[in-house]
């Protein structure tokens, strides 16, 4: 009997790679109005994926992420919250400060926008310590970054913002 290893098999842990293991797609994942995920980002509209794990829910959003990058007006964000279940309180917020804003200023300076600067310098002033800090945080971003509008999305332990309007 000649054994053959299967084309593809169920992923237990870590990033699910869609050539090697079953994954779900949701390239053509659609909203009752008949809007794609990119579509619904650009009308400041608000999603929930829920599908098993390892099912490839991180590993869309990767994809999805790189795809926007190329464009100057999206900054995406990406935390899993896995590891922090055991966290208190001030380390879970400790955590999502510093994922929000190292990534936030890396992709500003990417894109060179002239108010990385005073970013930086808010950012150094402005802690997360409980959820109205995210509303201080986002509402104080949209008055420094005036060129642009930003909007906020959190999805699937991943934040996303789309910065709308003008380019840098």
């Known amino acids: 009997m000649n054994y053959q290893m299967p084309k593809r098999r169920f992923e237990r842990s870590g990033f699910v790679n869609p050539k090697t293991a079953y994954y779900v797609p949701l390239e053509n994942?659609?909203?009752t109005d008949n809007e794609d995920m990119k579509t619904m980002v650009d009308n400041g509209r608000y999603f929930s994926i829920f599908a098993p794990r390892q099912s490839?829910?991180?590993t869309f959003f990767r994809t999805?992420?790189?795809e926007l990058e190329t464009n100057p007006e999206y900054i995406f964000i990406l935390m899993s919250f896995e590891y922090c279940k055991k966290d208190d309180t001030s380390a879970f917020y400790s955590y999502i400060q510093e994922k929000i804003y190292n990534q936030l200023v890396d992709r500003l300076k990417s894109v060179h926008c002239h108010n990385v600067k005073a970013v930086q310098q808010f950012l150094g002033?402005?802690?997360l310590t409980k959820?109205?800090?995210f509303y201080s945080l986002f509402s104080e971003l949209n008055k420094i970054i005036t060129q642009k509008k930003l909007s906020y999305l959190l999805m699937n332990s991943m934040a996303f913002h789309r910065m709308k309007s003008k380019p840098f």
């Open 64 to 66: 999805f992420a790189k």
């Open 125 to 127: 002033t402005h802690s």
């Open 29 to 31: 994942v659609t909203n």
């Open 131 to 133: 959820c109205n800090d």
């Open 56 to 58: 490839g829910k991180t």
